[in-house]
Structures are given as structure tokens and as C-alpha cells.
């Protein structure tokens, strides 16, 4: 079975139980999976209702964390994909101390505070199955901290790397006006600003909730001179503007398999993972409404992840090139505005789905309060 979510960090290459680093119910490791009845009750008898083990080191902790993740069979994906590294993660987080921590502190002792608060915070990522970020309200992409909730999926897109290299290429030229589209907490955009310093950049959710998120995270990072949030249906909130260069990474995990992704997947908003039957819904729109938005020889760059063989069986002929990753993750390509429209005039077939649009629900800039959309055009 496919996962069809990406993970940077390139567990995709690694993990034979998920791709993209995603673990599916059905692969052994959700609860709701088919295990006979004397595994479940090992599993859910002896650590779940534990108190604080009698250990004193940070790097006891972790172990006995780690052990229990994997005797109680979490999910991973949203920033590790394995349980020693989940558990590291929350036991330093909880300590307040920096994740690149000298070897040497591992085997500092806690006090029995400490050691209580780290055994809720473990608890409660077995018991949730929420992930780590939500229960740390602290996210990381492209090197840098995001607050995060459950308003927006926790951030792990491979296009942290490609804006590492600052996006060459397939980019020749630096942009100066950059869209986030679909943009959740607004990593993607921020990563963006900090990649091309001096380009203005648009963020744009149609989750008020997700923009709101979006907006602190533009004030953490001081970038409100340049960055700006608007809220609404796709290209909807955009007006006239015009971009150099579209990132996104839409909704792409086909319906059925949004139904059978392991819990930890489930907190987070459906909105922002369910791309409809065969995943690529929205995507067939942002393609049909990028010409209009892109300046002549602007770039769109959008994630598809595991639905890139679904997207190559239906856009056989569509001229785009996929980006390759170092770090793990695919599913991600780029087209020149010009190729695209191209392909669009020659009779692309993208109709099925802005047919069947639903009409969008906008939300005016300034006051928040919701208006209906234009239909996409074409
Ligand atoms: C996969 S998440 C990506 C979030 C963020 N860019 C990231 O990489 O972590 C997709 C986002 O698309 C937003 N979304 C879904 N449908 C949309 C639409 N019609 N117009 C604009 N945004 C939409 C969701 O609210 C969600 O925040």
C-alpha cells in the first residue's frame, strides 16, 4: 500500500513499512490494525497506565520512551520517523534544552520534577497518538522554528531542501514576488522569504484558523514588512497580483487512503490532506489557474508527493520536470508559466474537476468575514 504524504529528511528511502515516511494503518503499527488479541493486550496493558520509571538519566529517559513508542506501536512521520528520535525530541524539548546537545549531558540526572513532566509528555503522545509537535506547540522546517497547532499539518515537505538550494533549479532567476498557496502555518513562505531576502511573498489558506496560525508565525520570524497572509479559495484572495514564482503544496492523499492513515494523521486537518478521489482535485486547479497569476517566465513548483504516479497517468503530456531530493521526498515538480499555458491552450484536460468545483468559500481580507468566491475561471 502507498502513503501519499511526504516527509523531508528521507525516510522515504529508509523505512520499507511507509513511504514518504508515512506509516498506514494496515502496515503494523496503528492500533486499529489486525493483531491477535494477546498482542493487543500487551500492548495496551502494562506501559499505558505506568508512572514515572525509576530512572535518572536523559539518556535512560529517552531509551525507556523509545522503547515504549515502539511497544505500543505510534506512528511516525511528522518530523522523525523512528522512535529513538521521537523521543529524544520530547524529552529535550521538555528539559528546555537545545536538540544538537553535547553527547556528554545525555547522562546528567533529572530531578523527580523533571522526571515526572517528561513521563506526562510521553504519556500523552502514546495515549493522544497526537504528534509531538501539537503537544510541544513547536514545529521545524528549513532550520527554523514554527509554532504549530492543530489548525495547520505539522510541516514536512521536501521543498524545505529545494529552498535550501534556493530552489536551482530549476530556478534560473531570483524571484522578487513569491505565492505560498496553501500555505497551513506558512513554512513554505517564511523558508521562502529567508531563501530571497528582499521578495515580497503572499501567503494564502482558505482555513481562516490556519491563516491565524500563519500570521504569528510571520510575527516570530519579524518578516510583516514583506510577508503578507490573505485568506480565501485558492487564487481567489489575489486579486491582480501577479507572481514570479507559485509554491505549493495542496491537499494531495487520495480520499480512500485519507480514511486509512494511522491516527497521529488524523488530528491533523482534513482539509489539509484529503485531495479528493484520486487526490489531485485541487491540483488540477491550481495548474488550470497558474498561467493567469505567474508573470511571463514565472515558475509553479507544487508537491504532489505519493500521488505523482496518478498525476503522470493523467497528465501524461503535461510538460513538467520533478525535482529530486538528496534528503528523501518526492512528488514535486516545477513549469514554466509559458509551458504550461501552452499545454493548457492545446486542450488540457483539467475540465473533470474545475467542472465539478464546489464554489469556494472567501474570506474578505480585512474583516475575516467569509463571501463566496468567483468560480475558477475557464
Ligand atoms: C498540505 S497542507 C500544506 C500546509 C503548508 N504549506 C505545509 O507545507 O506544511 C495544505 C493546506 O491547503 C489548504 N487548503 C485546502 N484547500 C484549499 C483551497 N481551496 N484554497 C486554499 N487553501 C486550501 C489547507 O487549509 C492546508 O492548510
Not at 521562502?192 to 489558506?205: I, N, R
Not at 487564487?235 to 491537499?251: E, M, Q, S, T
Request: hydrophobic residues 45%; negative net charge; contains cysteine.
Amino acid at each position: 500500500m502507498r502513503a501519499w504524504i511526504s516527509q523531508a529528511g528521507g525516510s522515504s528511502r529508509r523505512r520499507r513499512t511507509s513511504v514518504g515516511g508515512i506509516a498506514l494503518a494496515g502496515e503494523g503499527v496503528a492500533p486499529h490494525t489486525k493483531r491477535s488479541p494477546a498482542l493487543l493486550l500487551t500492548l495496551s496493558t502494562p506501559m499505558n497506565a505506568a508512572s514515572p520509571p525509576p530512572l535518572r538519566s536523559i539518556r535512560d529517559l529517552i531509551r525507556w520512551g523509545a522503547s515504549w513508542f515502539n511497544r505500543v506501536g505510534l506512528s511516525f512521520g511528522h518530523g522523525t520517523d523512528n522512535a529513538l528520535d521521537e523521543a529524544y525530541h520530547l524529552v529535550l524539548w521538555q528539559l528546555k534544552l537545545p536538540f544538537d546537545l553535547p553527547a556528554a549531558y545525555l547522562d546528567s540526572a533529572v530531578t523527580d520534577d523533571e522526571r515526572t513532566a517528561i513521563f506526562e509528555l510521553l504519556r500523552r503522545r502514546v495515549e493522544t497518538r497526537q504528534p509531538a509537535a501539537y503537544l510541544t506547540g513547536e514545529a521545524w522546517f528549513a532550520g527554523l522554528p514554527f509554532h504549530i497547532d492543530r489548525r495547520a499539518l505539522v510541516p514536512r515537505s521536501p521543498l524545505a531542501e529545494a529552498l535550501h538550494h534556493r530552489l536551482q533549479p530549476p530556478l534560473t532567476v531570483v524571484p522578487r514576488r513569491i505565492l505560498d498557496l496553501c500555505s497551513g502555518c506558512g513554512c513554505i513562505g517564511i523558508a521562502a522569504a529567508y531563501a530571497f531576502e528582499g521578495a515580497e511573498v503572499w501567503l494564502a489558506d482558505v482555513d481562516p484558523g490556519a491563516a491565524e496560525l500563519a500570521r504569528r508565525n510571520v510575527e516570530r520570524h519579524r518578516l510583516a514588512e514583506r510577508l503578507q497572509v490573505v485568506v480565501g479559495d485558492l487564487y481567489a484572495p489575489l486579486g491582480r497580483h501577479r507572481f514570479d514564482l507559485i509554491l505549493a503544496n495542496p491537499p494531495y492523499v487520495p480520499t480512500a487512503e485519507w480514511t486509512e492513515l494511522a491516527p497521529e494523521y488524523r488530528h491533523e486537518p482534513r482539509l489539509g490532506l484529503d485531495g479528493g478521489d484520486d487526490g489531485l482535485a485541487l491540483v488540477a486547479r491550481i495548474l488550470d489557474g497558474a498561467p493567469a497569476q505567474l508573470d511571463e517566465g514565472g515558475w509553479l513548483i507544487c508537491e504532489v508527493g505519493g500521488s505523482q504516479p496518478l498525476f503522470s497517468a493523467r497528465w501524461p503530456d503535461i510538460p513538467v520536470e520533478w525535482l529530486s531530493f538528496e534528503h528523501g521526498g518526492d512528488g514535486v515538480f516545477a513549469i514554466e508559466r509559458e509551458s504550461l499555458a501552452a499545454w493548457i491552450e492545446a486542450g488540457a484536460p483539467l475540465r473533470s474537476d474545475l467542472d465539478g468545483a464546489m464554489l469556494g468559500m472567501s474570506h474578505d481580507i480585512v474583516s475575516g468575514s467569509p463571501r463566496v468566491a468567483a468560480r475558477p475561471s475557464r
